[in-house]
Structure formats: C-alpha cells, structure tokens
T-cell receptor
Framework: DAKTTQPNSMESNEEEPVHLPCNHSTISGTDYIHWYRQLPSQGPEYVIHGLTSNVNNRMASLAIAEDRKSSTLILHRATLRDAAVYYCILFRNSGNTPLVFGKGTRLSVIA | NAGVTQTPKFQVLKTGQSMTLQCAQDMNHNSMYWYRQDPGMGLRLIYYSASEGTTDKGEVPNGYNVSRLNKREFSLRLESAAPSQTSVYFC??????????????FGAGSRLTVL
C-alpha cells in the first residue's frame, strides 16, 4: 500500500493561513488523496479529498502537486478550533480497500 | 441525524472478561469499520465490512471478532479481554468503497480499560 509522510507537529498563529504538507511518493494512478482531522477527544472527521486537481470546500483547500507525489492542505485562516491532528491518507479506488490512517500532524494554534 | 452511535462510551473490564461494543448508523451506508486508537497514536483498523454479510480483517484483528448484524449495525466482540486491548475504539461507516469519495463518518468513540 502506498504510504504518506507528514510532519509530526506544526504550529500556527490564529487568523493566519496554515499549509500542512504530505508526501506520497509511491502514489498510484488510482489513489485518491484524503484528509481527515481529529479534534481533541473526538472521532476523526472528513476534511477534503482529491485526485489530480486542486479542490476547495468550506473547510479547506487541497493543493496537489503536478506529479501527485505531494499535496498540501491549506487552512485559509486558522482558528483555535482548528487545533487538531490532521491525517493525510491515500485511498485506492479499487475493490474494497479501507482507509488506513498514519500518525498525522498535530497542529497547534496560538492565540 | 444521529450519524454513527457507539455504546458504551466507557467500560472497565478485568482481564479475561468478554464484552461487545455496539455500533449503529442511520445513513444507509454499505461499509462499516472498527478502528482502535492507543494514546499518542493514529488509528489502526481492526475489522471492516464492505457490505451486509461480509467482514474482513484489518491491520490488528487478533483478539477480536465482529458481526455485521444487518446494514445498520456492526458489533465488535472481545472474547477474553487483555490489558493490551486498553484503547479507544471508533466505529465508522461510509458509502460503498470503490468510489473516490468513500467519506467516513465516525462515532464518538468507546473508551475501554482492561485491568
């Protein structure tokens, strides 16, 4: 299975943009890039996903490198509520392969 | 919408006792999953069920059994609990795998302590 590599932790100031990187150099053509986040003492929640093109939704933006070997989750204005662990996951669109989570990036937001 | 409901939220067991964690979803999802999360770690997949009537092992299935009772419910059973199974357990459901979305919806978690 293709793996992802994320920094263990990052820090951001409140109301500033945050760029969370993810490397996935062994990604295959059928792998979708998914992002989830886990707030303290809660279950993970879906953030965004994409295949080749950049994606935007109400929570965040996903920028995917042209060679697809890396991606960046962008939070446009970090709030204290965005402090969480962010997981970058590859989902293979074939058969019934479930999502496999790594350790993610712990984002701290400073007021 | 309740989403994914897990019971119980907290449980303390003695080594060797058995128990079942219950999970139910009301979103008509085909796929359901059980993950465990140890302190400071990411989630590890225990078992999953791609559709009613099917179950498959994940990364860490040893010591667990599952039952996909119907489309709504997916239970996780510990036959003889061990201290190594102390963890927070998350149930999740999703649309049928095979699409790019496969967005998982998680329950709030069940915190299990085995003494």
């Amino acid at each position: 299975d293709a793996k992802t590599t994320q920094p263990n932790s990052m820090e951001s100031n409140e109301e500033e943009p945050v760029h969370l990187p993810c490397n996935h150099s062994t990604i295959s053509g059928t792998d979708y890039i998914h992002w989830y986040r886990q707030l303290p003492s809660q279950g993970p929640e879906y953030v965004i996903h994409g295949l080749t093109s950049n994606v935007n939704n109400r929570m965040a933006s996903l920028a995917i490198a042209e060679d697809r070997k890396s991606s960046t989750l962008i939070l446009h204005r970090a709030t204290l509520r965005d402090a969480a662990v962010y997981y970058c996951i590859l989902f293979r669109n074939s058969g019934n392969t479930p999502l496999v989570f790594g350790k993610g990036t712990r984002l701290s937001v400073i007021a | 919408n309740a989403g994914v409901t897990q019971t119980p939220k907290f449980q303390v067991l003695k080594t060797g006792q058995s128990m079942t964690l219950q999970c139910a979803q009301d979103m008509n999802h085909n796929s359901m999953y059980w993950y465990r999360q140890d302190p400071g770690m990411g989630l590890r997949l225990i078992y999953y069920s791609a559709s009613e009537g099917t179950t498959d092992k994940g990364e860490v299935p040893n010591g667990y059994n599952v039952s996909r009772l119907n489309k709504r419910e997916f239970s996780l059973r510990l036959e003889s609990a061990a201290p190594s199974q102390t963890s927070v357990y998350f149930c999740a459901s999703s649309e049928t795998s095979g699409t790019g979305a496969n967005v998982l919806t998680f329950g709030a978690g069940s915190r299990l302590t085995v003494l």
